[in-house]
């Protein structure tokens, strides 16, 4: 099989899987997404490693599970020993370019005890996850004020020490009074910018200036969309287009709060929480949440038009993703974090150019799949050695199911959440290490260990929309199998990252060459 | 409480628990280890992490299981992102000194993509896992044949490129005949060397030269015995010393080799085992075996009285420790690597001069402990701000046991085998990632999982000698236990390493200071 020469790996920020209309159950229309599924394959059951940002990106970038990496929540550092996606391409001579969000803290700890200064080249790349970013941009303004967005805005004309704040995510009224967009009783005003001005218009252009500038070199670009996280500001058009459009029907139930999980019910009186909690404010910030998802749909559209002119889209794998979804309200619930599929489940599409691909083209995949099975993708189709990253990497390449090869899958998908950083861990009374919870999901349960709590357990056959909690008291035989799947999972970890499989294999029983001669008479 | 001074971190490669006197069941005497108990105190049921050299140190001097620090047998780097003893004691000004055997490996791989050299002082550092050599000397010669152990016998006239291997391994018959000590069949011969030059003596002058050295500075010294570790062979008089006298008895039943469970029978075909597993072998082994603990029990007798003489004992915690036994025929095994008592339960005394513990002086205690306890023990006794090190060290310090403060304990312990590198793996077939063990013991049972293959049962109150494995057909209460702690305790590793928990707390709720407002209406 013909190597890939490019890869373009999009991520989308907390963009949930049922607003992408190649799912099928979209209330936005994304003809540019669904095109991209038509091009490719759709994994109609795809999940994320963490139902937030920062454990969910560590284990894309690593192609590890959260208790591998353990970066447990946003603004972990990532442990230095990690490799990531730009460690691994290395050794092709290809670089993991970033432009966007990566959500990667350095290690400094690790580096000062290296004696690595963060400013020289090594200390940029641990400090950027192993990306060389051509504009890394996290979605809000920096302590410093610095930014690439920040330079961009000012030379458009928005004046200002923070034209983020005052600008991208501020709104102006009728009136002409302007607001800021964190309150989101402004969501259905426009943004101060232009579309052309906001976030994702200014990454989308960050691509395809890389993406024109490309020539005979092979390059892996990392464009990672801020959009549509929170703020919920949209610009115009998109602020005002989904206005009265019938909405995704909010997913919950009056017994959720009186009969919830304790976690539950801790994160259901989070702000964010008591406020999407509100039908009126769900409604009322849904349609700007949708418009940023229709301009989203639009500027991929726009990359991968860039891509087809340059001529490298036969050579290119595409892989589209988010890094959570958002409640929106569903449950009682705000922003993100626990594992319904509201977050937890993620939009997946993958476009692998070549005729092995054929076989799945246009097609809706349903084996269970799961982030860290993009970082093997992206590696195998851009060629690289497995022996280089199969002893660190725990997903496993999708480019069998996109051949048509049949090959034992597994039946099972985990994910990991910490609480030690949210207001819920004050009301549940609980140390910061002691805030953690562990999902399995199969085909037809969805079960979750919580420290020091009883279990969540969902039967998706018969409660497809996850408002029947069976963990105060489930069926033992469902509770025996779910935790016997838990525990073979976390033994078989991999944590041998130190030493690959070809060097152990090739030191069985190696000690008599090296003249040591065990139990010899 | 005081916070003592100094530490002096005593251990003994592969000396077995039931061959310390204080254990009331030895064929040995060894009263300086008895009188170091009577110091202190004696852990009766004190467990290795893993029961064989490298995996256990690492877990010693990370205070980590071999499941989070995962140096899975012996020479697999350490990773560059574990903390040892060393960088948890760099705080406090007092320096991790190393006398004898680490077993650190360094994490090349790393140190090359943080550019580091490993000649440098970082790199050094890294290299010996965080140790400062006074003489590191792993129990064997290395390919370049430097060594200081080589200077010094060398110096002390025992000429040629490779001393160790000509006299301090090599034996000499009575007819002038000159031998290597790594045929088994020569153990009863005296090593070529004398008991003042041995390895074991040698280490123990390193040791008091240090000892001898100090003055006001604090001071952590790891003297690190490479004996009772094969090869098998003692200076004179300790050779001959036990040559006829009683032996331990062999612990094992015919029934063993036939209804042995898979991986316990690929290792008795093991060149050592199948030696071992010959009476007539471990009878001539064992009495140099004998000789050399005999010969370890004084030499540690001259440290302590050289720790006496130096005024430092009422200011200095002392512990003993080993970091496996060995097999020595028993079950039909030879060397370590398995889950029986006889290699993964080793002796620890610990002595702490201070009033506090005189509630536990003399005594000998009961409550299961770990290997990975003595670094929080260390850490403790010297002062260590925990917040530096609770977030990663999985072991607890022994000091409240000691200091007879009631609280809860722990009522398991684990340990963990990797048979990738050992003939074991092809004769059952297997890929290098898929040959671990994992071990829980609570007071009664001992179950071990086993990757691909039924587990092993041992009802140790019933059966202590572990000669009937029910792991073929275990009972269904027991096994749902067993495995429910090994589930509790694979999910509740400490992996955010990165960032201490007072900064977790600090950071809970924290966002908004940081402008960043989430579900604001």
Request: glycine share 8%; charged share 25%.
């Given at each position: 099989m013909t190597v890939l020469r490019n890869a373009l790996f999009i991520m989308v920020d907390q963009l949930r899987w049922d607003h992408v209309g190649a799912y099928g159950v979209s209330s936005v229309p994304t003809p540019h997404m669904d095109a991209l599924a038509r091009r490719g394959a759709l994994m109609r059951h795809a999940f994320v490693q963490g139902p937030v940002c920062g454990p969910s990106r560590m284990s894309y970038y690593t192609g590890r599970y959260v208790l591998s990496h353990g970066a447990r929540w946003n603004r972990v550092p990532l442990s230095s020993a990690e490799k990531t996606l730009g460690d691994y391409l290395r050794p092709l001579g290809v670089r993991a370019t970033l432009a966007g969000k990566s959500h990667v803290l350095p290690d400094t700890d690790a580096l000062d005890r290296a004696g690595i200064e963060i400013e020289s080249e090594r200390g940029a790349l641990l400090r950027e996850g192993g990306f060389t970013p051509i504009e890394r941009f996290d979605g809000h303004s920096r302590p410093d004020g610095r930014s690439g967005y920040a330079d961009f805005l000012r030379a458009a004309g928005y004046a200002g020490e923070d034209p983020w704040?005052?600008?991208?995510?501020?709104?102006?009224?009728?009136?002409?009074?302007?607001?800021?967009?964190?309150?989101?009783?402004?969501?259905?005003?426009?943004?101060?910018?232009?579309?052309e001005h906001s976030e994702t218009a200014y990454l989308s252009d960050r691509a395809i200036d890389f993406i024109q500038a490309q020539d005979e070199k092979r390059w892996c670009l990392h464009l990672s969309y801020v959009?549509?996280?929170?703020?919920?500001?949209?610009?115009?058009?998109?602020h005002a287009m989904f206005r009265g459009a019938p909405q995704s029907p909010v997913v919950k139930a009056p017994h959720e709060r009186t009969e919830a999980h304790p976690v539950v019910r801790a994160f259901q009186q989070h702000e964010e929480s008591l406020n999407f909690g509100q039908d009126a404010i769900a409604a009322h910030v849904k349609p700007t949440y949708?418009?940023?998802?229709?301009?989203?749909?639009?500027?991929?559209?726009r990359v991968m038009a860039a891509l087809e002119a340059s001529g490298q889209a036969p050579h290119t794998l595409v892989v589209l993703c988010a890094d959570h979804g958002d409640m929106l309200g569903d449950h009682w619930l705000g922003e993100k974090e626990l594992f319904y599929e509201a977050a937890v489940r993620v939009p997946l599409i993958v476009v692998d150019p070549r005729p092995e691909a054929d076989a799945t083209?246009?097609?809706?995949?349903?084996?269970?799949?799961?982030?860290?099975?993009?970082?093997?993708?992206?590696?195998?189709?851009?060629?690289?050695?497995?022996?280089?990253?199969?002893?660190?990497?725990?997903?496993?390449?999708?480019?069998?199911?996109?051949?048509?090869r049949t090959a034992p899958w597994r039946d099972a998908v985990f994910s990991e959440a910490d609480y030690a950083y949210r207001a819920a861990r004050w009301t549940l009374g609980r140390a910061p290490g002691e805030c953690r919870g562990t999902m399995v999901r199969t085909g037809r349960w969805k079960y979750v260990d919580w420290e020091g709590f009883r279990p969540q357990l969902f039967d998706l056959h018969n409660d497809p929309d996850e408002l029947h909690d069976l963990g105060a008291d489930p069926p033992a035989a469902v509770e025996r199998e779910m935790r016997e799947r838990l525990l073979q999972w976390s033994l078989r970890r991999k944590n041998r990252t130190t030493v690959p499989d070809s060097d152990v294999a090739q030191r069985t029983e190696a000690v008599k060459r090296h003249g040591i001669h065990i139990g010899v008479w």
């Amino acid at each position: 099989m013909t190597v890939l020469r490019n890869a373009l790996f999009i991520m989308v920020d907390q963009l949930r899987w049922d607003h992408v209309g190649a799912y099928g159950v979209s209330s936005v229309p994304t003809p540019h997404m669904d095109a991209l599924a038509r091009r490719g394959a759709l994994m109609r059951h795809a999940f994320v490693q963490g139902p937030v940002c920062g454990p969910s990106r560590m284990s894309y970038y690593t192609g590890r599970y959260v208790l591998s990496h353990g970066a447990r929540w946003n603004r972990v550092p990532l442990s230095s020993a990690e490799k990531t996606l730009g460690d691994y391409l290395r050794p092709l001579g290809v670089r993991a370019t970033l432009a966007g969000k990566s959500h990667v803290l350095p290690d400094t700890d690790a580096l000062d005890r290296a004696g690595i200064e963060i400013e020289s080249e090594r200390g940029a790349l641990l400090r950027e996850g192993g990306f060389t970013p051509i504009e890394r941009f996290d979605g809000h303004s920096r302590p410093d004020g610095r930014s690439g967005y920040a330079d961009f805005l000012r030379a458009a004309g928005y004046a200002g020490e923070d034209p983020w704040s005052a600008h991208a995510i501020s709104v102006q009224a009728p009136d002409g009074s302007v607001h800021s967009g964190w309150s989101m009783r402004h969501a259905h005003l426009p943004a101060r910018v232009r579309a052309e001005h906001s976030e994702t218009a200014y990454l989308s252009d960050r691509a395809i200036d890389f993406i024109q500038a490309q020539d005979e070199k092979r390059w892996c670009l990392h464009l990672s969309y801020v959009k549509p996280h929170w703020p919920y500001v949209a610009p115009a058009p998109y602020h005002a287009m989904f206005r009265g459009a019938p909405q995704s029907p909010v997913v919950k139930a009056p017994h959720e709060r009186t009969e919830a999980h304790p976690v539950v019910r801790a994160f259901q009186q989070h702000e964010e929480s008591l406020n999407f909690g509100q039908d009126a404010i769900a409604a009322h910030v849904k349609p700007t949440y949708m418009g940023l998802v229709a301009q989203l749909d639009e500027e991929i559209g726009r990359v991968m038009a860039a891509l087809e002119a340059s001529g490298q889209a036969p050579h290119t794998l595409v892989v589209l993703c988010a890094d959570h979804g958002d409640m929106l309200g569903d449950h009682w619930l705000g922003e993100k974090e626990l594992f319904y599929e509201a977050a937890v489940r993620v939009p997946l599409i993958v476009v692998d150019p070549r005729p092995e691909a054929d076989a799945t083209r246009g097609q809706v995949l349903d084996p269970l799949v799961e982030a860290i099975d993009v970082l093997p993708t992206l590696l195998e189709a851009l060629g690289a050695d497995p022996d280089g990253w199969q002893h660190c990497v725990e997903g496993r390449s999708l480019l069998p199911l996109l051949h048509g090869r049949t090959a034992p899958w597994r039946d099972a998908v985990f994910s990991e959440a910490d609480y030690a950083y949210r207001a819920a861990r004050w009301t549940l009374g609980r140390a910061p290490g002691e805030c953690r919870g562990t999902m399995v999901r199969t085909g037809r349960w969805k079960y979750v260990d919580w420290e020091g709590f009883r279990p969540q357990l969902f039967d998706l056959h018969n409660d497809p929309d996850e408002l029947h909690d069976l963990g105060a008291d489930p069926p033992a035989a469902v509770e025996r199998e779910m935790r016997e799947r838990l525990l073979q999972w976390s033994l078989r970890r991999k944590n041998r990252t130190t030493v690959p499989d070809s060097d152990v294999a090739q030191r069985t029983e190696a000690v008599k060459r090296h003249g040591i001669h065990i139990g010899v008479w």
